[in-house]
């Protein structure tokens, strides 16, 4: 099992089949932030729905293509949001870094603690040479804190990302260990 992350007041670890009541009420909660831009974020999302990504993620865990974490106050309990690093590219050593946070824990600094972490254990852990953030355009809550972590905005990308079943363009932004180190 991947050892929990400590980011700046927050904990980031696995999630596990416990943590998907929770996951659930705050996909509930943050449906008017996270629906526009998560497609998977729907109104009838349910604990059958978290469970499944639980499961998801500790496969991907397991065969190494995906690190997927969920954010939690210092207690390891209360569920924040999640983030994770994902879509590796072998070859060139670079993956993404996607995270997203619950309504009512927005603006304390959890999403800034989760990149500034999770880009860091990319660098020093896994062996990647760029973490890359991709933003849909329009989310500027989104754009904001991964300007703030750092992250270089490299161009915008048309038809970048698929949400909700058409192409949109989307923010291209990156993260170097040189970035990291002048960030912490």
Same mark, same amino acid.
């Given at each position: ?48 729905? +978290?469970?499944?990504?639980? #499961?998801?993620?500790?496969? &991907? *865990?397991?065969? %190494?293509?995906? $690190? !997927? ?66 933003? +849909?355009?329009?989310?500027? #809550?989104?754009?904001?804190? &991964? *300007?703030?972590? %750092?992250?270089? $905005? !490299? ?30």
């Amino acid at each position: 099992m991947t050892q929990p992350i400590h980011a700046d007041g927050f904990l980031l670890r696995p999630l596990v089949p416990d943590d998907a009541p929770a996951m659930a009420a705050a996909v509930h909660e943050s449906m008017a932030s996270l629906g526009p831009w998560m497609p998977w974020a729907h109104a009838a999302y349910d604990d059958a729905d +978290a469970l499944a990504w639980i #499961a998801f993620c500790a496969a &991907a *865990r397991a065969d %190494g293509s995906a $690190h !997927e974490f969920g954010i939690f106050g210092p207690d390891g309990r209360h569920y924040v949001g999640a983030a994770g690093l994902n879509q590796f590219n072998r070859l060139h050593g670079f993956c993404n870094l996607g995270y997203w946070v619950r309504t009512s824990s927005q603006g304390q600094g959890a999403a800034l603690a989760a990149i500034r972490a999770l880009s860091r254990h990319a660098f020093e852990h896994l062996g990647q040479a760029r973490v890359e953030i991709v933003v +849909a355009d329009g989310n500027q #809550a989104s754009l904001g804190v &991964a *300007r703030k972590a %750092g992250a270089v $905005h !490299e161009c915008l990308a048309c038809n970048r990302l698929n949400l909700h079943g058409r192409p949109v363009a989307a923010h291209v932004l990156s993260l170097t260990p040189s970035d990291t180190t002048a960030n912490v």
